[in-house]
């Protein structure tokens, strides 16, 4: 996740020039485990870990970091993902993977494409389709029901400094747990959706879950998500498109009953990251919500 847009992100600087004292060291023990790269360039959209480009293909080296109140960063799961739906064209084509230096280290085909900007009913329809494909062990359970949105929000803020003004916005009412569980990607933001033609695809597959799937349609309709990785949070109208198309309407009809909860727990995390504009775009779409909503 970016840091506040106009202001310099210092850990992204930071990462990046991490990433160009690592490269030589690992490259050299990747062409050791027999791995003919071509001339990496760093990819500078990474943002929780180290990423190169060498030719078609993209290493990822998993980054040492404290752990993300929300954002898993775990490769066993990435690995799996890729696995299952690499042939899929849904998610890169897994290659190989190893340890250096006590760190995970994962190899996948380049998907070649530009970053989403817009078109929000194909986002829906494509996640729409990720809905369907089938899990695999070892995914942890999501969040699933506002009392549970709650708790994962209040463990967030316990982290936070000065966090007095959100807890006074807490959502009321309760939505219980569905039964309807299926894999979700759990980090749907338009910084991980690749435009290839007419297709979609996710990469970063750190932190998929078996859950409820209204989780991914509340990250990708973001107002803070949106306004990091795309520079506008979306119209009423693209959110609309977005929810018209999308092709379970109970899990649209779950995502408006849990807004706003994710609206909380959104504003939150970015309180807990500093960045203190996205908060206030998801504050003023909480605030913006009749009391009445579920």
């Known amino acids: 996740m970016p840091g506040r847009r106009g202001d310099p992100d210092i850990g992204v600087l930071i990462l990046t020039l991490d990433t160009l004292q690592i490269q030589p060291a690992l490259f050299r023990h990747l062409a050791q485990q027999g791995w003919s790269l071509s001339e ?3 990819l500078h959209g990474g943002r929780s870990n180290h990423v190169w480009r060498a030719g078609d293909v993209v290493v990822k080296l998993y980054r040492r970091q404290r752990a993300n109140p929300l954002f898993a960063n775990d490769p066993e799961r990435e690995r799996a993902a890729l696995l299952t739906l690499g042939g899929s064209g849904i998610a890169p084509r897994f290659l190989g993977h190893g340890r250096w230096q006590g760190r995970d280290w994962l190899i996948y085909r380049h998907v070649s494409g530009t970053p989403w900007r817009n078109g929000a009913a194909q986002v829906a329809r494509f996640l729409g389709v990720l809905h369907q ?5 070892g995914l942890p359970a999501g969040c699933n029901g506002s009392q549970e949105l709650a708790a994962q929000t209040g463990a967030i803020l316990a982290e936070c400094a000065a966090p007095d003004d959100l807890y006074q916005v807490a ?4 939505v219980p747990p569905t039964r309807h569980l299926c894999l979700i990607h759990g980090d749907a933001v ?8 007419t297709r979609l695809a996710l990469i970063d597959w750190q932190c998929p879950q078996r859950g ?6 509340a990250l990708f309709l973001s107002p803070a998500m949106q306004f990091l990785y795309r520079g506008a949070v979306l119209s009423p109208d693209e959110e609309t498109e977005f929810t018209s198309a999308y092709p379970v309407r109970e899990v649209v009809a779950r995502y408006h009953a849990l807004k706003p909860w994710f609206h909380w727990r959104m504003a939150a995390y970015c309180q807990w990251r500093g960045d203190l504009e996205a908060r206030d775009l998801e ?3 909480l605030q913006s919500m009749s009391p009445s909503s579920p």
């Not at 959502?171 to 309760?174: N, Q």
């Open 40 to 42: 990496p360039v760093p």
């Open 133 to 137: 494909q089938a899990g695999f062990s």
């Open 171 to 174: 959502p009321r009412g309760a």
């Open 190 to 197: 338009p910084g991980n959706l690749v435009v290839r033609e």
């Open 212 to 217: 409820d799937p209204a989780e991914d349609l």
């Open 283 to 285: 504050m003023a779409a």
